[in-house]
């Protein structure tokens, strides 16, 4: 099946190895990376290697569609965000 327009997308949880498949797969599928937090500096090196064309964001509070691995804990912040616009 051939390509089609996609949408922007970032990454986090560059800590766990399946994103680089996943990043690959939203590629194949037309979409394009266009940032991806990780607080690991190793880790973040590695990936923007892969991944050339994306930048690094230092909060993960400005990626508005992710893919990865989200620990509800660690993104609690999401919640209170739609709880203060109404829509939780």
Known sequence: MPASPGFAFATIGVNHGH??????????AGCW???FY??????AA?????FADARRVVDERVVAFPIGREHPVDRGW?????EAEGTA
């Open 19 to 28: 994103i680089h498949d996943q990043t690959r797969v939203m590629q194949e």
């Open 46 to 50: 590695a990936y923007a290697e892969a």
């Open 38 to 43: 990780a607080p690991e500096d190793d880790l």
């Open 78 to 82: 999401r919640s209170e965000m739609r």
């Open 33 to 35: 990376l266009k940032s």
